[in-house]
């Protein structure tokens, strides 16, 4: 197993661990509440999202002192990859890509997750390109996140913004 990390409240750092452990080893990683309260006088840790790799699937978590949420499983088929806090860490957006590379021109896609790992969107471009993958760009603020689309056959990239408080992507701009 494959545990990769993330904390916000610094720079981006990625830890790989290597463990021995099937899934039902995990003591204590599921959806539910850790604790009920942080202890009195206790710092709050910032989340951090972590995924766990096992032989039939990958995870995206987001964990603190108080929970551990699961964001989002998929086969092992497919990955998780490209963790990226917004500004803010109130936003984290990740992409998910099929392993087999079918096609790079629809095998990965963004989703936006809040920092309590609810509020999971899937960020579809408008048609008629809602099939195309899109890749992470930068976030601009912390409701605003750049993305990047290839066009087909042409070897362009598309410029996009997406805003998660309205749940809208729109066009910034072609090369």
Do not use: C
Not at 44 to 52: G, H, M, S, T
Not at 55 to 67: D, M, P
């Amino acid at each position: 197993m494959r545990i990769l990390a993330i904390r916000a409240g610094t720079a981006i750092a990625v830890a790989a661990i290597s463990l021995v452990a099937s899934p039902q080893d995990r003591p204590g990683l599921s959806s539910e509440k850790l604790q009920q309260e942080p202890r009195p006088g206790a710092q709050q840790d910032p989340p951090r999202a972590v995924i766990l790799s096992g032989k039939s699937s990958v995870e995206l978590r987001i964990v603190t002192a108080t929970y551990n949420r699961k964001v989002l499983s998929v086969p092992s088929a497919q990955g998780i990859r490209t963790l990226t806090w917004s500004p803010n860490h109130s936003l984290l957006a990740f992409e998910t890509f099929d392993r087999e590379g079918h096609s790079p021109l629809t095998s990965t896609h963004v989703w936006v997750v809040k920092a309590d790992g609810t509020g999971r969107t899937q960020v579809l471009l408008p048609p008629p390109n809602s099939y195309f993958s899109t890749h992470i760009g930068s976030w601009d603020s912390p409701d605003a996140l750049r993305l990047i689309s290839e066009v087909p056959n042409e070897s362009v990239f598309l410029n996009w913004m997406y805003v998660y408080t309205t749940n809208t992507v729109h066009l910034e701009y072609t090369p």
